[in-house]
């Protein structure tokens, strides 16, 4: 069983910036798309940001472009969201999510990953 595992969460003012990491750890795996997903207190878990492994193609939501960036590093199934100028409604248990397969759905879509980890707190103060 795949298990991921996520760090880099904390408290931050806003406008500063943190970087999330997500390894894989139980056995590899080679994944063929990792994601961010965010859920606030009260709120539905959302999509954050995605990205395949072959092309590292990306997608973003709306609220996070030209803030976040995802990377991958595919030697070591390794996925990092670089987070920059937080704002307060960036607050968040932030989770890491995966996949091995083809199967047929949105990369936004929570769906699509078979993975997840168990999330990491991120909190941004006004």
């Known amino acids: 069983q795949v298990q991921l595992v996520e760090s880099g969460g904390g408290l931050v003012q806003a406008g500063g910036s943190l970087r999330l990491s997500c390894a894989p750890s139980?056995?590899?795996?080679?994944?063929?798309?990792m994601g961010w997903f965010r859920q606030a207190p009260g709120q539905d878990r959302e999509f954050v940001a995605a990205?395949?492994?072959?092309?590292?193609?990306?997608y973003y939501a709306a609220s996070v472009k030209g803030r976040f960036t995802i990377s991958r590093d595919n030697a070591n199934d390794l996925v990092y969201l670089q987070m920059n100028s937080l704002k307060p409604e960036d607050t968040a248990i932030y989770y890491c999510?995966?996949?091995?397969?083809?199967?047929?759905?949105?990369?936004?879509?929570?769906?699509?990953?078979?993975?997840w980890g168990q999330g990491t707190q991120v909190t941004v103060s006004s």
């Open positions: 990205i395949r492994r072959n092309g590292g193609g990306t």
């Open positions: 999510a995966g996949d091995s397969s083809s199967r047929p759905a949105s990369p936004v879509s929570a769906a699509r990953y078979a993975y």
């Open positions: 139980g056995r590899t795996f080679s994944s063929s798309i």
